[in-house]
């Protein structure tokens, strides 16, 4: 049976947390991504079970969206025999706007993309590649929560319209430790909520939350 | 309205020191005071309720005075018998201490035992563990923040309570414990005796494997420490899946 490259890299990815390539392969035979997306929703499954209120249902498009990107950006990270101009071309944005189901799908995969800009950074800081991924990021931004991203001109109307989500996201700005986001109007109030009164175990460099 | 005078006698009581032991049964009275001089104990401090007393009644060779315009008359004379002796007073307690009989190693009563009652206390403690049940915990875990689930352990106990270990504790309804070593107490209760916390501690958990929990009744039961588990919505919702 011929070797699934695409559907390896995934799984290596969601369960160890690790990306191995196997050359440079960026063409992704039809039959895996069938295969791609039943293990995406089996791991989807298997997360929700931690995701409070009521869960968004799984997002087959956008979640195989988000394991190709990560599966080509870390091919060009590695052998980049590509045009600047091609990068677009091949990592293409995701076909409709971001809905909560289509968020917390793409985030299976796209929450690896932060810890991948980084060790772009490392190689080449002008790199173009770096550009087309942030972009990504600033748009599926409940998966940069830990990267650096402006946070003051993201889009957070969809966090907001779903509970489970916000949550979710809550949870990660604490988590991350992120005091741009939390220091959000937005985010402010509800991060105080989350807090409680133990503000000062949970986050201590938290001050400016003081009012 | 005139004074009762008999408000401002004041009285004395004259001892040989040798016979100080007849003294025992006013020891307590704590308004006392003794002074010795020439081989007597002198005391004095007594009210009129109290120099009427069977207790001083029953001291044998004693002499009793009362003062009056600065001499000492003997108690039911008209004539002073002598001036009022310049003394140094001291406490009662101070001037006749308890003295603890000598052991006695003839004594064999080692088979006696003592009971741990667990009362209310007014030692403020910090709750670190909480017992509540599935229902209440579901309640609050379906929206909870994860930050505050972090740093909790937890454990089912009969298929319905549940024992979440760890603080901050969660703002639903249970009953809360604090912490003695491996000992957790009702929150507002502690043993009577509680020096002996330790002793009874390392009787019951020689090892600390274990959590010891009490309820306010003096029962305990035990649970292993590590049955516990990281609490989070996803061990919650398979373990009540389980159960159900």
Redesign the interface.
């Known amino acids: 049976m011929k070797k699934q490259y695409f559907l390896q890299v995934v799984q290596a990815l969601r369960v160890s947390e690790e990306i191995v390539l196997y050359g440079h392969r960026l063409e992704i035979p039809p039959k895996e991504t069938e295969a791609v997306i039943s293990f995406l929703e089996n791991e989807y499954q ?1 997360e929700i ?5 009521k869960v968004p249902r799984f997002d087959k498009e956008a979640a195989l969206w988000a394991a190709k990107i990560i599966y080509i950006a870390a091919q060009l990270i590695l052998y980049r025999k590509d045009e600047a101009a091609d990068l677009v071309r091949l990592l293409p944005d995701y076909i409709s706007t971001p809905s909560p189901s289509s968020i917390v799908s793409v985030d299976l995969c796209l929450r690896f993309l932060p810890q991948m800009i980084l060790q772009l950074k490392l190689i080449d800081v002008e790199d173009p590649l770096i550009d087309v991924l942030e972009k990504k990021l600033s748009i599926w931004h409940y998966s940069g929560i830990r990267y650096d991203l402006n946070v003051e001109e993201l889009d957070y109307t969809i966090i907001n319209s779903n ?1 489970c989500l916000e ?1 979710l996201y ?2 990660r700005i ?2 991350f430790k992120n005091k741009m986001l939390a220091n959000l109007p937005i985010f402010k109030d509800k991060i105080n909520a ?5 503000k000062k ?2 986050w201590s460099e938290l001050e400016d939350l003081k009012n | 309205m005139a004074e009762d005078i008999t408000n401002d006698l004041n009285y004395y009581l004259e001892i040989e020191e040798s016979r100080r032991v007849d003294l025992g049964t006013i020891r307590a009275w704590q308004n006392l005071k003794v002074a010795t001089a020439k081989g007597k104990l002198w005391l004095t401090g007594f009210d009129r309720e109290q120099i009427n007393a069977v207790e001083v009644k029953s001291i044998p060779y004693k002499t009793l005075y009362k003062v009056q315009k600065g001499k000492l008359y003997l108690l039911d004379s008209l004539l002073p018998d002598r001036n009022i002796p310049n003394l140094l007073w001291t406490p009662i307690e101070r001037a006749l201490p308890v003295e603890l009989p000598s052991l006695n190693h003839n004594y064999f009563g080692v088979e006696e035992q003592m009971k741990m009652d667990i009362v209310p206390s007014e030692n403020e403690s910090e709750a670190i563990a909480m017992l509540t049940n599935i229902q209440s915990l579901k309640q609050y875990i379906k929206t909870a923040p994860k930050v505050r689930l972090n740093p909790l352990k937890w454990v089912v106990l009969n298929g319905e309570d549940i024992l979440i270990v760890g603080k901050p504790i969660l703002p639903i309804q249970g009953i809360t414990y604090w912490r003695y070593n491996n000992f957790l107490l009702p929150t507002g209760f502690d043993f009577d005796l509680y020096s002996l916390k330790q002793n009874l501690e390392k009787r019951l958990n020689p090892n600390p494997t274990h959590w010891i929990i009490w309820n306010e009744d003096n029962n305990y039961f035990d649970i292993e420490k590590n049955k516990l588990k990281p609490l989070s919505l996803s061990s919650f919702r398979q373990t009540t899946e389980k159960i159900q």
């Open positions: 298997k079970l931690d995701y409070p209120y509970a949550q809550l949870n604490v988590h989350n807090l409680g009164l133990y175990e949970f």
